[in-house]
């Protein structure tokens, strides 16, 4: 301030005198600083980077110099705060200095102070709010989860329930579920935040026996934030699967008069199923072959399926026959399936041919006669013979291996027929005697022999005696010089038998020298169970023995079983009359 003082005289003119004081006024601390608000708002995205200015707040102060200068100071904060911001002394201004999270603390209320240079104090509040970013993914946990499910579930059986967590707000927070696709698995929510993990379909252990559930979260924010989780779900075993056979059925080779405890075939079945319900054992279903119980003829190994013979086949006796065998797994109730196994037997040669007529060597009464005048080419007799096997090994070939007089006779080399090869002369011998014999046509092959005795005559009166006609070769001579003795003896003795049976043959005079297909065997001839005479006069087979009456023209396998048909009585008329 300028004062002018003026001094003023009394005299006249009076006088005066002026002063002018300068007076100077001091600033006096009286002014505190002022904000220019009490509350300043400040809002802040958590996860500002540190120097980020969130706001700035000012004082005036109405002094000068010193007075006035006005620093800034952050009131007292509490601890967990002291490092998140700070405010610049000299211009107020507030910023980031520590890390912000909004889930941790979603606003802050900080007191500022503004003091001037003597330390006048004066107070405002910053209040700053945390805006929220999705910087959290949700997170899935379980809440719980069956070890493993059995493959019988029905569709919407719960196996585990999922928990979702999101620690943001808001739409950060908002999570939706999924689970991947292709697993026969959904998610149902249940309440808040939990969700109901369901099975969508049947499950097959044997088809997909481990299921890895992947579970993904993901939340609304933007951008979303997403997180998964995996579980791992195995399915349990359910006997579910019979035992099935790799082959609809079996067929099995044997030839016969196998070893016992040979091996036939071998038979499998897989069964997919676990462990026990998957493990399969093997065994023969009762049943009857022939009369006998399966388990005489074939075994069969419970673990390893290989089929055994229990005994020695015999093709003679059936040729095949048919057995089941069960697969059946360990499962409770256990599975099972069966299989037919077919076995065939194969023939052996083991049976020699079998000679029917004549009767095997040493009954000597089986003579032929043949009469003088039969001309070559002439059936004399005939050999007949069976053979129990078949096929090659009963094909029967005929051959004469021995005979008085080689050139005179000859056989059907199939036919067994026995045929005069040149007209009978008068300088034959009346005596002749083949030996055939008959071979099959195995490998290797087996044979029979026999004898037949023919005598060239007319007339019974000739036949010198029928009992010795045996071929010898050695003692042929003197057989001969026995003969004729003999003979002579005897033409006596059969003369007289002869006028006795003198009317019979008078009143018989057909001729039953000729074979003529049909031949005629005495059963007493017949091996027992091969053929028998029954009351009807026929020959009947039995035990379905084929008889291989082989003719030239026949193919190889070719069979025909027929029943001889025999006169009875002529039969026995042969007999009796070459017996006497
Ligand atoms: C599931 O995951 C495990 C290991 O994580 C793995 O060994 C297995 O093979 C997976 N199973 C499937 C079916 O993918
Ligand atoms: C076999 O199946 C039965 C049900 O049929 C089940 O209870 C059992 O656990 C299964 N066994 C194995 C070894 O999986
Ligand atoms: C064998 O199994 C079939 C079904 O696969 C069944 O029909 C048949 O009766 C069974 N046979 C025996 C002898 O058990």
Not at 426 to 454: I, R, W
Not at 558 to 568: E, P, Q, S, V, Y
């Amino acid at each position: 301030m300028n004062l002018l003082l003026t001094a003023l005289d009394g005299g006249s003119p009076q006088r005066s005198g002026t002063v002018v004081i300068h007076v100077t006024v001091v600033d006096a601390n009286d002014n505190a600083p002022v904000f220019s608000r009490a509350v300043y708002k400040a809002s802040l995205p958590e996860n500002s980077p540190l120097d980020t200015p969130v706001i700035k707040v000012s004082a005036t102060d109405a002094d000068e110099g010193v007075n006035g200068d006005v620093t800034y100071d952050l009131g007292h904060i509490s601890d967990d705060n002291m490092n998140v911001f700070t405010i610049e002394h000299k211009t107020g201004e507030i910023r980031v200095t520590g890390v912000i999270d909004f889930e941790d603390r979603s606003s802050f209320e900080i007191p500022v102070q503004a003091k001037d240079g003597l330390g006048l104090k004066s107070y405002a509040k910053v209040t700053i709010e945390i805006t929220d970013i999705n910087d959290n993914a949700p997170a899935v946990s379980l809440e719980s989860l069956s070890n493993s499910i059995p493959e019988n579930v029905s569709p919407g059986t719960e196996v585990g329930i999922i928990n979702v967590q999101d620690r943001d707000s808001e739409n950060n927070g908002q999570v939706r579920c999924s689970i991947q696709h292709g697993v026969p698995f959904k998610l149902v929510p249940s309440i808040k935040n939990y969700y109901s993990l369901v099975t969508t379909g049947q499950l097959d252990r044997e088809l997909v026996s481990d299921y890895n559930i992947t579970i993904t979260a993901t939340d609304e924010g933007s951008p979303p934030l997403s997180s998964s989780k995996t579980v791992q779900l195995s399915v349990a075993d359910i006997n579910d699967n019979p035992p099935v056979f790799d082959e609809q059925s079996y067929s099995a080779y044997v030839s016969e008069n196998n070893k016992p405890g040979s091996t036939l075939c071998s038979v499998s079945a897989r069964d997919p199923d676990w462990r026990q319900n998957g493990t399969v054992v093997y065994s023969l279903l009762a049943g009857e072959v022939n009369g006998a119980p399966v388990s005489s003829y074939l075994s069969v190994n419970g673990d390893t399926g290989v089929i055994h013979a229990v005994r020695s086949f015999d093709y003679e006796q059936f040729r095949s026959f048919k057995v089941y065998v069960m697969a059946r797994d360990n499962g409770s109730p256990p599975l099972s399936s069966n299989v037919t196994v077919s076995v065939f037997i194969s023939d052996v040669n083991d049976n020699s041919p079998q000679i029917l007529y004549p009767s095997p060597e040493g009954n000597s009464f089986m003579t032929e006669l043949v009469p003088k005048a039969a001309h070559g080419g002439s059936l004399v007799s005939k050999v007949i013979a069976v053979d129990a096997d078949s096929g090659q090994n009963a094909w029967l070939s005929y051959q004469i291996v021995k005979s008085t007089d080689p050139g005179l006779f000859t056989i059907g080399v199939h036919s067994g027929e026995i045929r005069t090869q040149r007209d009978i002369s008068e300088s034959d011998s009346m005596k002749q005697n083949l030996v055939v014999a008959v071979k099959d046509n195995g490998q290797p092959s087996l044979s029979a022999t026999c004898s037949m005795y023919l005598l060239i005559s007319d007339n019974l009166a000739e036949v010198p005696e029928l009992k010795d006609l045996s071929y010898s070769d050695s003692n042929s001579k003197l057989t001969s010089y026995l003969i004729i003795a003999l003979v002579s003896v005897s033409t006596f003795f059969l003369t007289f038998i002869i006028i006795i049976l003198g009317l019979r043959f008078c009143r018989r005079r057909k001729p039953r020298l000729m074979f003529d297909g049909a031949v005629a065997i005495p059963s007493g001839y017949l091996p027992p169970n091969y053929a028998d005479v029954d009351g009807t006069g026929t020959l009947r087979s039995t035990y379905n023995y084929d008889a291989y009456l082989t003719t030239g023209s026949r193919t190889s396998d070719f069979k025909f079983t027929r029943g001889l048909i025999i006169d009875k009585e002529e039969a026995w008329q042969v007999i009796f009359n070459r017996f006497i």
